[in-house]
């Protein structure tokens, strides 16, 4: 299946590489048009998209120091871009003796719309289902589930816990029922399709700043959601043939190679 870049989404990879700058200036809307206009994207969609990223909150209006509008970063979309770092980037694999986190959470019927928001943000930091209404995770994503719990304003109705899993199923068993392990190598598949080529060719036939932007972008958009619907287990609890460390190995090569060389040719649209 191919993959799909929305305009929204390409927006929020391009915040999360190359529009946050030290000093917080607002990415100029033109300069937002024409390097969204280099991945096919027209001038309405932009325009559209950064409407709706504003009304939800997370780009604020304001002026470059030329005085051309922009937008940036609302501090909530700072943090959340900043929660993301620490998985998009991740190089480290989790150890087995690190435990898990539970959630385990209870929602009154009269507020019903609050338990799904609350599976839904579960699943997409990475949690699967042990048994109705506990959820589990690697430990590590401890502080990120608490953070966006706090933040979404659903910690009342949620305990988290630390622990290890004690038995009885042996636990690789047991992760395979906690989380559709077939459906996340279907992503990384998917992702190594795409981008393992272009990785190759890059290796083969190096290309200029502004192809550099364009591949970099489309792996960054296509890449940050797979840490979320992966929680990144530990390899004795995967099957041998796991595509996730290659699809990480891709991936991390790219941004070696291509990010620096993307901002190259960001740069001079930012100089506003």
Same mark, same amino acid.
């Given at each position: ?7 929204? %989404?390409?927006?929020? %990879? ?8 030290? /000093? ?22 932009? @325009? %559209?998209?950064?409407?709706?990223? *504003? ?20 501090? /909530? ?9 620490? @998985? ?6 989790? *150890? ?17 719309? *609050? ?87 890059? @290796? ?56 620096? @060389? ?11």
């Amino acid at each position: 299946m191919a993959e799909q870049h929305t305009p929204r %989404s390409l927006i929020v %990879s391009f915040y999360g590489a190359y529009g946050r700058g030290p /000093d917080e200036s607002p990415v100029p809307v033109a300069a937002l048009i024409r390097l969204l206009g280099a991945l096919g994207v027209d001038a309405p969609s932009v @325009r %559209s998209s950064v409407s709706r990223l *504003k009304r939800r909150g997370l780009l604020l209006p304001g002026r470059t120091a030329g005085g051309a509008a922009g937008y940036a970063l609302s501090e /909530d979309a700072r943090r959340l871009l900043d929660d993301g770092d620490r @998985r998009i980037y991740a190089r480290t694999e989790p *150890k087995l003796s690190e435990g898990w986190v539970l959630a385990v959470f209870s929602v009154p019927e009269a507020e019903r719309h *609050k338990r799904h928001l609350l599976r839904s943000r579960l699943a997409r930091l990475g949690f699967g289902t042990a048994a109705p209404g506990v959820w589990i995770a690697p430990a590590r994503l401890y502080e990120e589930t608490r953070n966006a719990l706090e933040r979404l304003e659903l910690s009342p109705y949620v305990d988290l816990f630390r622990g290890d899993h004690l038995g009885y199923t042996a636990t690789a068993e047991a992760v395979a029922r906690w989380w559709d392990l077939p459906a996340i190598a279907g992503l990384h598949e998917e992702f190594l399709a795409a981008h393992e080529p272009v990785l190759r060719a890059w @290796r083969t036939a190096p290309a200029g700043a502004g192809d550099a932007y364009r591949d970099y972008l489309l792996a960054l958009d296509s890449w940050r959601r797979l840490p979320y619907a992966d929680p990144v287990l530990p390899a004795e609890l995967l099957p041998d043939d796991w595509p996730g460390r290659r699809s990480a190995e891709v991936f991390t090569a790219l941004h070696e190679l291509l990010r620096d @060389r993307g901002a190259e040719y960001v740069g001079p649209f930012l100089s506003d």
